[in-house]
C-alpha cells in the first residue's frame, strides 16, 4: 500500500481535481491525504482574524464569498444529481457551522475549529466525486484517529490503535481518503499540525500502515538544487537521504514540511516528491541511501532574528553558555545557529515572541545586540563539510556581508546568516560558485 498526499493547488480546480483521480485510479489500494482546495486556508484564517478583530459583518461576507466559490465547483464537478445534493447539503451546513461560530468569542480553539473546515469540506467532495466517477472510496475522518499529545507531537500509540482499527471496521475500498492537517489535541478539542502539516500527516499514516512509499505530489518536479524563484537554471534532485532532506525542510524548502521526514525515517519508508503537472516524472526519492558527496542543494530560511550577548565575565567562565541557554529554555525559544569567541556568543532564533523577555534577562549580565530581518542560508549534501570542492562557497564572502557561518556541527549542512535584503543575490552568487563553476 501506498499513501499520496495531494496539496492544495492538487485539488484547487476542476482541472485539477480530475487529474488528482487519474493519478490515483490505478488499481491499486492506496491512502490519499488531501489539504484543503488552495486559497480556503488563507480565507479561513482571514475569517478568524476579522472574528477577533471584531469585524463580524467582513466576516459574514467572506464566508459568503467563500460560500459561493465552493457552489460553482460543486455545480461544475457533479453531474449525478442525487451526490450532488449530498455535497451541497454538507458543503451548506460548513458554512451555517461557520456563522454560528462568528457569534463565540476568540480563542485559539475557535482558529482551530475555523481552519479546520477547508480539509473537511475538501475531502468530503473529493470522496463522493471519486464515487460518482465509478471509483470504491471512503471517507476515513482524521479527527477520528488523528492526536497529538501535551508536548504537541504526534501520539503514535493512539493514532495507530485507531487508525488500524477504523480501517478494519471500515468497508472494504481500493481508495481511502482522509485530511491532512487537522488533529485532534490531548484533550480531545480540534488542533492541527501547523501550516504544511499535510505532509507530516501523511508519512506519520505512512508508519502506521508500513506503506511501500510516501508520495508527496505538488506542481513542481521534486525538491531543487536552489530556490527556483529567485535563481535560473535550478534542477531537481534525484535522490537525497533522510537526513539531507530534513536539513533542506528545515532551513527552508517550501516543498517540504520540516517535520516530515522523521516518521518515514524511523519506519525507513521511502517518500518521493512527484508532480502533478508531469505525473511521469520520477520526481525526487528520499530514503535512507545517499548518492555523492558535497553541496546537492541550498535553501533559504527568512524571518531570523540574530542575538549577539557580550560580557567580559564570559573570559574563561564556567557556565556563561549554560546561564545564556537556560533564558531561552525558560521561554521556550528554539535557537538555529550559535556561534561564540572569547568574549561573546551569537546566535539566531525563528521565533522573537519572547524577544522582549528574553533581552530583558540577558541584559542583566551582558550587553545584548539585537539585528532583525536575517535569513540562514543552508548548504546540504553528504559529507559536506569534507568534500574537496566546498571552500568554492566562502568566495561568496568577496561579494555578501555574512553575519555569521556555522561550519562543521554537522557534516551534511553549512549556514551562513545574512541580511535577508542579501537573500536573493547571496543564493544567486552561491549558485555561481557551487554548482555553476563546478559543472563548467
Known sequence: MKVLKFGGTSVGSIKNIKSVKEIINDGNKKIVVLSAMSGTTNALVEISDQIKNGAIEDALKSIAVLSEKYIIVIDDLFENSILKQEVSNYIDSVFDYLRSLTSEKYSEFLYNKIVSQGELMSTFMFTK???????????????????????????????????????????????????????????????????GGSDYTATIIGAVVEADEVQIWTDIDGMHNNDPRFVKNTHAISNLSFDEAAELAYFGAKILHPQTVMPAREANIPVRLKNTEDPESDGTLISKQWEGEGIKAIAAKDNITAIKIKSARMLLAHGFLKKVFEIFEKYETSIDMITTSEIAVSLTIDNDKNLDAIVEELEKFSLVEVDNQQSIICLVGHSVVKHHETHRLFQVLQDI????????????????????????????????????????
Open 401 to 440: 556581508s555574512v553575519r555569521m557561518i556555522s561550519y562543521g556541527g554537522s557534516n551534511n549542512n553549512i549556514s551562513l546568516l545574512v541580511s535577508t535584503k542579501d537573500k536573493i543575490l547571496t543564493l544567486q552568487h552561491l549558485n555561481k560558485y557551487v554548482f555553476e563553476f563546478v559543472n563548467a
Open 129 to 195: 466525486y471519486l464515487i460518482q466517477e465509478g471509483i470504491n472510496a471512503r471517507l476515513l475522518p482524521a479527527l477520528d484517529f488523528m492526536r497529538i499529545d501535551k508536548a504537541n507531537e504526534p501520539d503514535d500509540f493512539y493514532i495507530k490503535q485507531n487508525l488500524q482499527r477504523i480501517i478494519g471496521e471500515a468497508l472494504p475500498a481500493e481508495i481511502y481518503i482522509t485530511q491532512g492537517f487537522i488533529c485532534l489535541d490531548a484533550y480531545g478539542n480540534v488542533a492541527n499540525l501547523q501550516r
